[in-house]
């Protein structure tokens, strides 16, 4: 399993438990986030992760700012991503099942290095269940694409 991790500098301390945790679980991961804790802007940082998983370079993505909702909007810009900004492990469990997402944002400026890291967690455990749930992600591309007027 390989994960693309990318942050502005403000995810930048937050950046490194989660780098850790992941690579206690033998995940190998692609840092591309910012270089250091100096302002720069996030939406450089959502386009290297949501390239590289479109590129299937990485599987997944994990990205983090202030908030996790400005580098999750961007990501959600990108051909192929389907990005969620989660607060909780319930929602990011719930965003693989029914939603297939293949980013997971959050906030380093709204959750600690230990939720954070619970939200990982229960993000990597769940599995898409298909099924109805693939059909609403059909309708997602078509919105995407402007082939869908219902
Ligand atoms: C940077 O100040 C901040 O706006 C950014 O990290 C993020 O929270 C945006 O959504």
New binding site residues.
Partial sequence: MKIAIGY????YILRKDIIDYLETKNITVIDLGAPSTERTD?PIYANKVARAVNSKEADLGILI???????SIAANKCSGIRAVVCSDPYSAKLSREHNNTNILAF?S?VVGSELAKMIVEQWLMAKFEGGRHQNRIDQIDAIQKGEFHE
């Fill in positions: 502005d500098h403000v995810g996030y700012c202030g908030t996790g909702i400005g580098i906030g400026r």
